[in-house]
């Protein structure tokens, strides 16, 4: 089976890990802040706090960012349930904004048309968390505009998107947010097995990141209520969590940042050679957003009015796709909420029509020659 993603392990990684391993610190070690510094360097940022996964790292973005119960946060349907979870995790409610049907990302449209409503209805949400699907930014200037119209937050959920950039800048540059998240699970750009971080210009909201990663805990004297009794003596001043990134997987986490342009440069290769490949055929390949280069995490394309059968004709050559995403809001659990299926045009009919082709970095052109030649076969025969 070829997969629709995979992570690329080198024997550095490994020795990277063994060497960890044979150290004074598996957790709360050297390694954690060296891995957020490169990937703060990385993305021209100057503060990152590394977690043990994104979907941590969106928690505690709500929380620093002060979401409570009663607040609202809006996203896509077109993610990961993390995206929209975050807010319930903080008592807050979720609202939903539907995409752009060509790019698949949060259409700003519809984002600015919905506001005005909420306005005139008085429940704004707090924070709006734009999804780069596949990688691929959102029009980040546009919803920054409207964050300062309407007085909201913004949190980037970029666990798609290391390695991409939107105007010349790296995405998790929070040049149009308060907070960038990235997941390091394996399908992503890169992996450190779990894990995840967020990316901020402010340098008080790094801080109570931080806290709350770790139980609520802070260790600096100025961010202390009473003078420091010792040197033993900290405080703990929110109810925090143990979110934290071991050492173990951080240092996996750091080696594999050497070789993130390697990824990238080979994920756009393969991107490039699939919109070659199948043009042509009778399906729609992933639409450009204006000034975004994508970092492929996704190559997804919709197949009208037959997907079920086409998926299930590639799966049984051994090809493993994958549909992104079951939008959000028709899951039980957000079906308990009051959302229903109807609600959310653009999305559902996204998601009727989705396949996400393999794509990964160590895949090969051979590979990829496979998985085309298997999507035509069963765009030839299937019903
Ligand atoms: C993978 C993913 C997450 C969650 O990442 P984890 O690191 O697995 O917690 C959140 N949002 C999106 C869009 C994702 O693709």
Request: a neutral charge.
């Amino acid at each position: 089976m070829i997969p629709y993603g995979r992570q690329s392990i080198s024997q550095e990684d490994i020795d990277a890990v063994v060497e960890v391993l044979r150290s004074d610190f598996l957790t709360q070690g050297p390694m954690a802040g060296r891995f957020e510094s490169s990937v703060a360097r990385y993305c021209g940022v100057p503060h990152a706090v590394a977690m043990n996964s994104a979907t941590s790292a969106l928690h505690v973005a709500c929380l620093a960012l002060g979401l409570k119960p009663g607040g609202l946060l809006w996203t896509v349907p077109n993610t990961f349930v993390a995206s929209a979870n975050c807010a319930r995790y903080c008592g807050a409610d979720v609202g939903f904004v539907d995409i752009d049907p060509a790019t698949w990302n949060m259409d700003a449209g519809a984002l600015e048309k919905a506001l005005a409503a909420a306005r005139k209805n008085g429940r704004l949400p707090s924070i709006v968390v734009p999804v780069h699907f596949g990688g691929q930014s959102c029009d980040m200037e546009r919803i920054a505009g409207l964050a300062r119209e309407y007085g909201f937050r913004i949190i980037e959920d970029a666990s798609h998107a290391i390695g991409g950039s939107y105007r010349g800048k790296p995405v998790g540059s929070c040049e149009y947010s308060d907070v960038a998240v990235f997941s390091f699970h394996p399908v992503k750009i890169i992996a450190t097995a779990e894990g995840g971080m967020a990316m901020t210009r402010d340098a008080g909201l790094a801080a109570r990141m931080a806290e709350l990663r770790s139980h609520g805990i802070t260790r600096d004297p100025a961010r202390m209520r009473a003078a420091p009794e010792g040197p033993w003596y900290y405080e703990q001043t929110a109810l925090g969590f143990n979110f934290r990134m071991t050492d173990v997987l951080a240092a996996l986490g750091l080696s594999q940042m050497g070789r993130i342009d390697a990824f990238v440069a080979r994920r756009r290769e393969l991107a490039r050679r699939y919109d070659t490949l199948l043009a042509g055929l009778p399906v729609r390949l992933p639409g450009r957003e204006a000034h975004a280069d994508s970092c492929w995490h996704l190559y997804a394309i919709r197949v009208p009015g037959r997907r079920a059968d086409v998926f299930g004709r590639l799966r049984a050559a051994g090809i493993g796709v994958n549909v992104h995403y079951i939008p959000v809001h028709t899951q039980p659990y957000y079906r308990d909420l009051g959302f229903k299926p109807g609600d959310f045009p653009e999305s559902e009919s996204y998601y009727r029509e989705a396949i996400t082709l393999p794509l990964y970095a160590a895949m090969t052109d051979a590979q990829q020659d496979e998985v085309v030649a298997a999507l035509r076969s069963a765009l030839a025969v299937a019903a």
